[in-house]
């Protein structure tokens, strides 16, 4: 397990700690390993992700209120409304750290 893990993360990288080119690094990864983180930086996996979590309280939000009018199961309704709170919490928590990452950048010294 330790050496796949080992070997994944040193796969886009020469000998020396250089990266490798993109086309060797490819041609060395599975299909699946190659897309993923690939094409996106920080910011965009940042904003997929930000609005996954506002479709998920928004659906939640409207599973309530059909639960509400009686026009959906309260199964489905509860189920809706748990994964609106577990993305509310993850966002909470990203926030808190990003401040938490703010405030510790500001304390350093020039």
Same mark, same amino acid.
């Given at each position: 397990?330790? &050496?796949?893990?080992? /070997?994944? @993360?040193?796969?886009?990288?020469? +000998?020396? =700690?250089?990266? !490798?080119?993109?086309?060797?690094?490819?041609?060395?990864?599975?299909?699946?390993?190659?897309?993923?983180?690939?094409?996106?930086?920080?910011?965009?996996?940042?904003?997929?992700?930000?609005?996954?979590?506002?479709? &998920?309280?928004?659906? /939640?939000? @409207?599973?309530?209120?059909?639960? +509400?009018? =009686?026009?959906? !199961?309260?199964?489905?309704?509860?189920?809706?409304?748990?994964?609106?709170?577990?993305?509310?919490?993850?966002?909470?928590?990203?926030?808190?750290?990003?401040?938490?990452?703010?405030?510790?950048?500001?304390?350093?010294?020039?």
């Amino acid at each position: 397990m330790i &050496t796949s893990i080992t /070997g994944a @993360a040193t796969q886009g990288f020469a +000998v020396g =700690g250089a990266p !490798a080119s993109s086309s060797a690094a490819n041609g060395r990864l599975g299909s699946s390993e190659s897309q993923i983180g690939r094409e996106e930086g920080f910011g965009a996996v940042f904003e997929r992700l930000a609005l996954e979590s506002f479709d &998920t309280l928004k659906n /939640g939000e @409207a599973a309530a209120i059909s639960g +509400v009018r =009686g026009t959906m !199961a309260t199964q489905e309704v509860v189920g809706a409304v748990i994964a609106a709170e577990h993305a509310l919490q993850t966002a909470i928590a990203v926030r808190d750290k990003v401040v938490s990452a703010y405030l510790e950048i500001s304390r350093m010294a020039i």
